[in-house]
């Protein structure tokens, strides 16, 4: 049985930090390319970051010089730090693991709320 599980979230000031884990069970984790995305409220879910199997990674604009993601194979997990906070990056965080031979074959996490507030 496949799990994505997401942990990490919580209220922080703005400024502030926080780092996101997600830990996958249930596939050859070295061979998915893992993925952040979030949605705010009334919003559409957009892509924060991703990390390929080879550890490449690309960032939505809005998180780039603020944001890194981070994957750790033989801990089938994929980090996100989070740095600098503002409000607008509050949302549910998603993990996401989609198969290198496959774009069909993915999997969600159920979320992780991180709110940014004074």
């Known amino acids: 049985q496949v799990q994505v599980v997401e942990s990490g979230g919580g209220l922080v000031q703005p400024g502030g930090s926080l780092r996101l884990s997600c830990a996958a069970s249930?596939?050859?984790?070295?061979?998915?390319?893992m993925g952040w995305y979030r949605q705010a409220p009334g919003k559409q879910r957009e892509l924060v970051a991703t990390?390929?199997?080879?550890?490449?990674?690309n960032y939505a604009d809005s998180v780039k010089g603020r944001f890194t993601i981070s994957r750790d194979n033989a801990k089938n997990t994929v980090y996100l730090q989070m740095n600098s906070l503002k409000p607008e990056d509050t949302a549910v965080y998603y993990c996401?693991?989609?198969?290198?031979?496959?774009?069909?074959?993915?999997?969600w996490g159920q979320g992780t709320q991180v709110s940014v507030s004074s």
């Open positions: 249930g596939i050859s984790f070295s061979i998915y390319n």
């Open positions: 990390i390929s199997t080879g550890g490449s990674t």
């Open positions: 996401n693991a989609q198969a290198k031979y496959s774009t069909s074959v993915r999997y």
